[in-house]
């Protein structure tokens, strides 16, 4: 999927982060190109989803540099919701909003931040809405969905911003087993799409499968960094052998 | 209350038509009633207006005055956080009636002799601040029991703070505010009898008129409360109704 000329959209570099005195990222770099579809994997605890927040700054680092589409991300406010409106998040717990109908979570930052207008904003929520399979869902309230369809309703809620990166931090954790596959269906048919992708994830399957690019990160560091059938087939360092020896039963 | 949760829009509809007429036309059944009470149905119609529109103008400002000094409590700005605290220590700590006379006949030496204020006004202020710092603990715990990802979510989307406040943190705080905040309106419309002290001419100050001047007190104060009680009934079936209205879209 990656373009003959790749071009670099997220440049992070020595990114990192404390917490107190936990070091959750230590001296982070790493280049992600336009249209590149990465799984970021690793134990928990290992940094990979403060990483991945650091990107639109829910998480802010505390040393280093991260551009997003040749924009600094540091504490301007304008500058940052430059890069909010580029990259876009999706949520292990969803996060809906619980009080707005399901088409009014999917029109409301068009409306607001892109200045859309109403009817405008809402005919383009349910063509994303149809996309991911939940049209007739519309007028209901997110409490009246399953987990399955809240996540693709999130990924739609996403998608109506029309961000160039897509990130996705554990997406299918928070559901129960029979509605994994759902959500990942819509992830597969997106990776096609050439949008940027950053997958923090523990389906193995999916990584192999529709990831041009693996990240395994352990104790706040990238550790490998290589396509994935390399590091499936062949990891380089004890860490990730045994880590995939944890969850090899998985696939 | 099932009626009410069932419809709440018509219920809110009816509560404030109910509550409009009855103040229109209460003078009408009033006048019907034999003496002390039929002579006297024009004030008190009178008397359950200016309760009324004191409770609406200080329960409207109340609310205002509760969200930011809510707002003000968590603010990261230490200054903010101590006015705020501050207000309500204040508030809370002194009684309700001092406060009223402190505005009556304290603010005026402050104020310049041309913009001198009615009592009905210093009233409606008194009572204002003291709601508003009851409001702002109820704002403040709405406020913090919205989960921290919808804040994320709308950050994450791009909306400014602001616009996270009015979109999505506001409205899923009155959830759990709401409640409390009718609570404390309830109370505001028979705290507003307080303001008989400073003369203003509500709906206790002519039932006290009306049996000085009749010498029934039995008949009259009976009056003044049932008056009361329905005046509670009708803001407690519009909150309960605006409660199920917000309750929208939440685990049951």
Redesign the interface.
Known sequence: MTPDNPKPIIVARNVSKHFGAFRALNDVSATFNEGQVTAIIGPSGSGKSTFLRTL?R?EAHDSGSIQVDGIELNDNLKNL?AI??E???V?Q?F???????ILRNVS??PI??RKMKREEAEAKSMALLERVGLKDQAHK????LSGGQQQRV?IA??LA?DPKVLLFDEPTSALDPEMVNEVLTVMRELAHTGITMLVVTHEMGFAREVADRLIFFDQGSILEDSAPQTFFTNPEHERAKAFLAQVRHGF | MNWTKQHPAWAMFAAMIGLLVFLWGLAIPLSLAPAPIGPAAQQFAEGARVTVLLTLISGTVGVVLGVLAGLGKLSSFRLIRWVCDFYVWLIRGTPLLLQILFVWLAVPQFLPDSMQLSDFSCAAIALALNIGAYNTECVRAGILAVPQGQVEAARALGLSPFQCFMDIVLPQSMRVALPALANNLASLVKDSSLAYAISVVELTMVGYRVQAESYQPIPVFVTVAVIYLILTTAFTTLTAALETQLDVGRKR
Do not use: E, K
């Open positions: 639109n829910l919701d909010r409106r990259v876009g998040m949520f717990s996060n809906l909003f619980s009080h707005l109908p409301l930052a607001r931040v309230y997110p409490v009246q999130a809620r996403a911003m």
